[in-house]
């Protein structure tokens, strides 16, 4: 991550912790919330459309 904070300076993120297995899901979410990536950035995650109970395919968090 810091590779690609330091390529895209200034710009803001989209951190998509939706795909994946349960322990990358953890990681992501983790690197979001202790820092470990720089502002600005948007944690977003989507849903499959057969777990959505009337939710939006996506739904985000600005950090």
Do not use: N, Q, W
């Not at 994946?20 to 499959?48: C, L, N, Q």
């Amino acid at each position: 991550m810091p590779a690609i904070r330091e390529r895209f300076a200034g710009r803001e993120l989209v951190l998509h912790i939706g795909p994946g297995t349960p322990s990358m899901h953890t990681v992501r979410v983790s690197m979001a919330e202790t820092g470990y990536i720089d502002p600005p950035f948007t944690v977003v995650k989507s849903y499959r459309a057969s777990d959505r109970r009337e939710r939006r395919p996506a739904c985000g968090s600005v950090s």
